[in-house]
């Protein structure tokens, strides 16, 4: 157990509905990263946030966004969704502003119908 | 930007060494890392080298060359359990931010 939690475990839903994924960091991290893994592409940096503040984007479309709150959760929001965006998403944190070693959440697996 | 590239699968025996091979091309390297991940399950930590040469922990070893652009995995006496996915990821920086950047995944299959 990484001790990085994340919810649901499985999202099911149709195109151009919106969802929220959520992410609790390890106690003490203060970095949150997201990741999308799709079989063709690997693991895809989206986003981070570093105590509350967004400190580097990867490629994270406009439909999506994400926040980090003053508990340090964090949650993802993707909107008007495609087929294209059923993944499995993860979230890391790390005690460090860099991507020092990061611990990750067993993924949301997101089916997209 | 980055070019980070490994063989997609390989297979090997129980008991035997394999070696995952990893190139990269990147702009402000500061260090690699190999994860390991289960199908379906989330990446775990495995190794970080930020300078050139061995690093051994176990039955893992991870070696790095920055001049070469080139990192290797080598896992020892193969055990069923490590048929999984190895992911080799640069720490690249742009400006102040830096991103953990990963490759595929290697595929690895160990055969009784």
């Known amino acids: 157990d990484s001790g990085v939690t994340q919810t649901p475990k499985h999202l099911i839903t149709a195109t151009g509905q919106r969802v929220t994924l959520r992410c609790s960091p390890r106690?003490?991290?203060?970095?949150v990263y997201w990741y999308q893994q799709s079989l063709d592409q690997g693991l895809q940096f989206l986003i981070q946030?570093?105590?509350?503040?967004?400190?580097a984007k990867g490629n994270i479309l406009e439909r999506f966004s994400a926040q980090q709150f003053p508990d340090l959760h964090s949650e993802l929001n993707l909107s008007s969704l495609e087929l294209g965006d059923s993944a499995l998403y993860f979230c890391?944190?790390?005690?460090?502003?860099?991507?020092?070693?990061?611990?990750f959440g067993s993924g949301t697996q997101l089916s997209v119908l | 930007g980055q070019n980070i590239d490994q063989p997609t699968e390989m297979t090997a025996t129980e008991g035997a060494i394999v070696q995952i091979n990893c190139t990269y091309q990147?702009?402000?390297?500061?260090?690699l890392f190999w994860y390991q991940q289960h199908a379906g399950e989330a990446p775990t930590f495995l190794s970080y080298?930020?300078?050139?040469g061995l690093e051994e922990k176990g039955r893992f070893s991870s070696f790095l060359s920055r001049s070469k652009g080139y990192s290797y995995l080598l896992l020892k006496e193969l055990q069923m359990k490590d048929s999984a996915s190895y992911l080799c990821?640069?720490?690249?920086?742009?400006?102040?931010?830096?991103?953990?950047?990963f490759g595929k995944g290697t595929k690895l299959s160990v055969k009784p």
């Open positions: 946030y570093y105590n509350g503040e967004e400190r």
């Open positions: 990147t702009s402000g390297f500061n260090g």
């Open positions: 890391a944190s790390s005690a460090a502003t860099g991507p020092e070693k990061l611990f």
């Open positions: 106690s003490g991290d203060l970095s």
């Open positions: 080298n930020v300078l050139d």
């Open positions: 990821a640069v720490i690249e920086y742009g400006g102040s931010q830096g991103n953990l950047i």
